[in-house]
């Protein structure tokens, strides 16, 4: 079997410092992470719940709808909200962002 070659030539880096290295993880567990709650939102309804309530939702009364725990439902709208996925206002409730 023949190896096809890229179709993007490969170009010749000097190596990364320590520090670059270091940036380029984090990027890439923070994308890994973002991509998780994506994932779970859209799996568990999260985000459909959040949709059909434009006024917003505490994390409590996502729990009361989902019949989630609330304790992880709290994680989740706070690291939703980290990544811009949520807004949330000053009395704690989430709703999506635009």
Do not use: K, N
């Amino acid at each position: 079997m023949v190896r096809q070659e890229s179709a993007r030539p490969r170009a010749v880096l000097s190596s990364p410092s320590l520090e670059e290295q270091a940036d380029l993880l984090r990027g890439y567990r923070s994308g890994f992470q973002a991509i998780h709650v994506i994932t779970t939102g859209a799996q568990l309804g999260l985000f459909e719940q959040l949709a059909a309530h434009p006024q917003g939702l505490t994390y409590q009364e996502l729990a009361q709808l989902t019949g989630y725990h609330a304790p992880y439902l709290r994680i989740w709208c706070s690291t939703a909200y980290h990544f811009y996925l949520l807004e949330a206002d000053q009395d704690g409730r989430y709703r999506l962002a635009p």
